[in-house]
T-cell receptor
Framework: GEDVEQSLFLSVREGDSSVINCTYT??????LYWYKQEPGAGLQLLTY?????DMKQDQRLTVLLNKKDKHLSLRIADTQTGDSAIYFC????????????FGQGTTLQVKP | DAGVTQSPTHLIKTRGQHVTLRCSPI?????VSWYQQVLGQGPQFIFQ???????GRGNFPDRFSARQFPNYSSELNVNALLLGDSALYLC???????????FGPGTRLLVL
């Protein structure tokens, strides 16, 4: 079945880089998304990568995709305290539907 | 431009009652999806609607139903509420099936 795995918790110091990793099972995903959720809020779209790409850079964010290993990562450069949140990777389940598949998310704690 | 809006923001119900949650998509978006997020978990896909037709359904009981109106807004209905239905219900819209989904702030439902 479709599954997404992420480590539950990551703690970094302000100014360091953060790397959040994700593995998934559905190889038919055409787009793979990263969303951010702050406490009590909805999901904010951060960035996404198309499945035929290896890397995408968007300001402080770098997404790496290893399609062979079904591994996705999000690197946040110069992490700030405002980056503290839960991060979800969400492969697109199928090109025929809009179903996004979420894991438990990674809680990023940024210490001053 | 206004983002996805949801109402109400919070709701308290008792077991056995019925609830209706509402969602207005981003202007121009024709697809609406619903997700349930239980505390500490990632969102789980419930339904997707496109052009007023159901185009996807997650693994939820028949107590859950939804519909989409000609103006592309949507309602999620849950009958015979159970304690386990307590969750954040998220609505997401996209301009077409399979396109990027943008989430609303959610409706937090508490069932007592």
């Amino acid at each position: 079945g479709e599954d997404v795995e992420q480590s539950l918790f990551l703690s970094v110091r302000e100014g360091d880089s953060s790397v959040i990793n994700c593995t998934y099972t559905d190889s038919s995903s055409t787009y793979l998304y990263w969303y951010k959720q702050e406490p009590g809020a909805g999901l904010q779209l951060l960035t996404y990568i198309f499945s035929n790409m290896d890397m995408k850079q968007d300001q402080r964010l770098t997404v790496l995709l290893n399609k062979k290993d079904k591994h996705l990562s999000l690197r946040i450069a110069d992490t700030q305290t405002g980056d503290s949140a839960i991060y979800f990777c969400a492969p697109h389940g199928s090109s025929n539907t809009g179903k996004l598949i979420f894991g438990q998310g990674t809680t990023l704690q940024v210490k001053p | 431009d206004a983002g996805v809006t949801q109402s109400p923001t919070h709701l308290i119900k008792t077991r056995g009652q019925h609830v209706t949650l509402r969602c207005s998509p981003i202007s121009g978006h024709k697809s609406v999806s619903w997700y349930q997020q239980v505390l500490g978990q990632g969102p789980q896909f419930i339904f997707q609607y496109y052009e007023k037709e159901e185009r996807g359904r997650g693994n939820f009981p028949d107590r859950f139903s939804a519909r989409q109106f000609p103006n592309y807004s949507s309602e999620l209905n849950v009958n015979a509420l159970l304690l386990g239905d307590s969750a954040l219900y998220l609505c997401a819209s996209s301009w077409d099936l399979g396109e990027t989904q943008y989430f609303g702030p959610g409706t937090r439902l508490l069932v007592l």
